[in-house]
């Protein structure tokens, strides 16, 4: 059975930073891609962030692209989002996917196409 648990949410002032981990397991994960999805109140669910596990590759939104840097431990079978320069439009719910495709494709990819969720993590900037 497959599991992706993020951690790391909480409430931060604007400018500041955070870091969120996601744990997965339940299978071997090296033919796919691990992405940062977010969903604000009333909004869709956006990708952030993504990358392959194995590999270079990433995919990151424009609205966050210079603030936060995908990353990934094959060894712990983690992977992470380091979020600076936080802002309060950064407020979402924060989820971890995977699906086997490559890190533009998940980017780009309508959240019910995603083989895989977290449970979500909630990031909250204040002002």
């Known amino acids: 059975q497959v599991q992706l648990v993020e951690s790391g949410g909480g409430l931060v002032q604007a400018g500041g930073s955070l870091k969120l981990s996601c744990a997965a397991s339940g299978r071997t994960f090296s033919s796919y891609a691990m992405g940062w999805f977010r969903q604000a109140p009333g909004k869709g669910r956006e990708c952030v962030a993504a990358?392959?596990?194995?590999?270079?590759?990433?995919y990151y939104a424009d609205s966050v692209k210079g603030r936060f840097t995908i990353s990934r431990d094959n060894a712990k079978n983690a992977g992470y989002l380091q979020m600076n320069s936080l802002k309060p439009a950064d407020t979402a719910v924060y989820y971890c996917?995977?699906?086997?495709?490559?890190?533009?494709?998940?980017?780009?990819?309508?959240?019910?196409?995603?083989?895989?969720w977290g449970q979500g993590t909630q990031v909250t900037v204040s002002s």
């Open positions: 990358m392959r596990w194995t590999g270079y590759t990433t």
């Open positions: 996917a995977a699906d086997p495709t490559t890190a533009h494709a998940l980017g780009v990819m309508p959240g019910s196409d995603v083989d895989y």
